[in-house]
C-alpha cells in the first residue's frame, strides 16, 4: 500500500513538472544595434539640452522681461512633442558656439506663443486661443 502511495504520487509529481514546463514561454532574444538604443534615447537628451537653456540665468532674465515665467516656459517644455523638442533643438544648435542664447530664447518664447494661440497651450495670460 505505501509503495502505491509512493509510485502514484511520484508520476503525479512528474506529471505536473512536465505540464508545469509546457507552458513556460521561450524567451527572444536578439541583437540590438546601438543606432537604435541611441534613436530611443534621442527624444530624452533632447528635452534634456532644452531644460538646461531655462537654468542659465540670462535666459531667466530674458523671460522675465517679457513677462514670462522661467517655470512656467519650462513647464510648456515638459508639454511639447517630441519632434516639436528636435525642431527647436535644431535650431539651438545652428546657433554659433558662444552665440545668441537670447535669441535663442526668443526663439522658444515665439514657439511657446504660437502654440498657446493655436490653443494647445495655456502659458501666457496675455494671449487667446482661436480654439474657443
Do not use: Y
Not at 538604443?37 to 528635452?47: E, F, H, M, T
Request: hydrophobic share 45%; aromatic share 6%; charged share 20%.
Amino acid at each position: 500500500m505505501k509503495k502505491s502511495i509512493m509510485n502514484f504520487s511520484s508520476r503525479v509529481l512528474m506529471l505536473s513538472m512536465l505540464s508545469l514546463s509546457l507552458w513556460t514561454p521561450n524567451a527572444q532574444a536578439g541583437m540590438i544595434s546601438s543606432e537604435q538604443v541611441i534613436s530611443s534615447q534621442a527624444p530624452n537628451l533632447d528635452r534634456e539640452q532644452l531644460r538646461k537653456v531655462f537654468d542659465r540665468q540670462d535666459v531667466r532674465q530674458q523671460l522675465q522681461a517679457r513677462g514670462v515665467d522661467a517655470d512656467a516656459a519650462r513647464a510648456r517644455v515638459d508639454a511639447l512633442t517630441d519632434d516639436e523638442v528636435a525642431t527647436i533643438n535644431s535650431k539651438l544648435d545652428s546657433l554659433p558656439a558662444g552665440g545668441d542664447i537670447v535669441g535663442a530664447a526668443v526663439f522658444i518664447f515665439i514657439v511657446l506663443l504660437i502654440t498657446d494661440i493655436l490653443g494647445f497651450t495655456k502659458v501666457f495670460s496675455f494671449t487667446k486661443s482661436i480654439r474657443h
